[in-house]
């Protein structure tokens, strides 16, 4: 029988092997397509944010996470200005505002650590008020780009609520357009319609919606994002009129439609079902961190807590519970964090699943091969691939493994690199 001490022994050494390959920049641009570099999601960004959380360790880790961000900045065209955090130039951002707290000595990245709080700030403020003038204008619908994780005020909002709370007084408009966009968005749905809900035409075009449009349910590009960051933030003291509400409106929307055949969630919820009042039974990442489990039942323990609903706590806890009880049989691809093990491990972690996480970080290292390059592989159904970044690549598992590892950290750190997860 494996122990946990073995466990947590084999990720602290694999956290480390990981971390010493993506010492330096080149390393990391030199295996990435153009303009993927300066993206938090697969670049620069991302491996800046592994060297920053092992600071602590060797001096070494602080110069690299400064050359990443250095790097980064090279690689992010002038001009970009997209909010979503894990894209260039929010990302960069983002990666600042988290990763610069974990440094041994953070005041000499003062300057540029305010500078993203206060661009960031600005970007957020200016989708929040060109979705509302859109809503002004006979706008039936809020997209993706507007409210999730990957690309909208979800995200932001909550790398935003980090600078706040490390005193960048910059952050707070562009929080507080994040927090009453987000709220608008849940409390103002349209018959059996939510605020979410959008029509198949205004899916992005990688995405095969439903004739009847689709409510998104996961982490990453459904309702569980805005929950998150919306309980989060309330747990911090940050709020606006109508967000408590928000936040109970939107947590007993995911239990309504949790199916009782499986315990999972569907991806989406069509129109037509919504009308219907019952859903198809869930079919894919009903496991991972991105669309499943891992990422919705995390939301939901924060909305209990900020609500002060404890069943709804109770309900999490049970769904992720659930992982326990289904050993191997996880769909979920690979050890990385978007939609492999490491998102589970992260997510069981974060609610103190001793035995998920168990299972979750025993299936991360066996999958560390030091043939590879990175020492993870990303998965995609046949296809393996060497990756070096944070959702998808071999940073984003190494970060999970020094978090389950207990790696130290600095005293007195408010915000913890899975924030962006809006796992914390």
């Known amino acids: 029988m494996v122990t946990n001490d073995a466990i947590t022994g084999d990720a602290e ?176 749905g349209v018959g059996s319609r939510p605020g979410w809900w959008l029509p198949a035409d205004r899916h992005p075009d990688a995405v095969s919606a439903h004739p009847s449009g689709a409510a998104t349910t996961g982490v990453a590009h459904g309702i569980a994002g805005p929950l998150a960051f919306l309980a989060t933030a309330h747990l911090a003291g940050c709020t606006v009129p109508g967000q408590r509400d928000a936040i109970s409106h939107a947590a007993g929307w995911l239990l309504r439609w949790r199916d009782e055949r499986t315990g999972t969630w569907p991806p989406h919820i069509t129109g037509d079902e919504l009308d219907a009042g019952h859903a198809a039974q869930p079919a894919g990442r009903a496991y991972a961190w991105c669309y499943g489990i891992p990422g919705i039942s995390r939301a939901l323990t924060l909305a209990g807590q900020a609500a002060g609903e404890h069943v709804v706590e109770d309900a999490a806890r049970d769904v992720l519970g659930l992982l326990a009880e289904r050993p191997g049989r996880w769909d979920v691809e690979g050890p990385t964090l978007c939609h492999g093990h490491a998102g589970v491990l992260c997510a069981a972690d974060a609610m103190h699943n001793t035995a998920v996480a168990k299972q979750a970080a025993t299936a991360v290292t066996d999958a560390f091969n030091p043939t590879r390059r990175f020492g993870f592989a990303h998965v995609a159904g046949s296809t393996t691939t060497d990756r070096p970044g944070f959702l998808t690549g071999a940073a984003g598992t190494a970060l999970a493994l020094a978090e389950h590892a207990r790696r130290p950290v600095p005293e007195g750190l408010r915000t913890a690199w899975d924030a962006l997860l809006l796992l914390s």
Do not use: K
Not at 69 to 79: E, L, V
Not at 102 to 107: F, G, I, K, S, T
């Open 13 to 188: 050494r694999q956290c480390l092997a990981v971390t010493e390959r993506l010492l330096h920049p080149e390393t990391v641009t030199t295996t990435l397509p153009a303009g993927a570099a300066g993206s938090l999601a697969d670049g620069l960004p991302g491996t800046a944010l592994l060297h920053a959380r092992l600071a602590v360790v060797h001096a070494d880790f602080a110069t690299a996470a400064a050359n990443h961000w250095t790097h980064a900045a090279r690689q992010t065209p002038r001009g970009v200005n997209r909010t979503g955090v894990f894209h260039a130039g929010a990302g960069l951002a983002a990666s600042l505002i988290i990763g610069v707290p974990y440094l041994p000595d953070p005041a000499r990245h003062a300057t540029s650590t305010a500078r993203a709080a206060r661009w960031l700030s600005t970007q957020a403020v200016t989708l929040a008020e060109h979705h509302r003038a859109a809503l002004t204008h006979g706008a039936m619908c809020t997209p993706w780009h507007v409210y999730d994780v990957i690309t909208g005020l979800a995200g932001t909002g909550r790398v935003l609520l980090a600078a706040h709370q490390s005193g960048h007084t910059a952050a707070q408009p562009g929080l507080l357009a994040a927090l009453t966009t987000l709220t608008t968005l849940i409390n103002q």
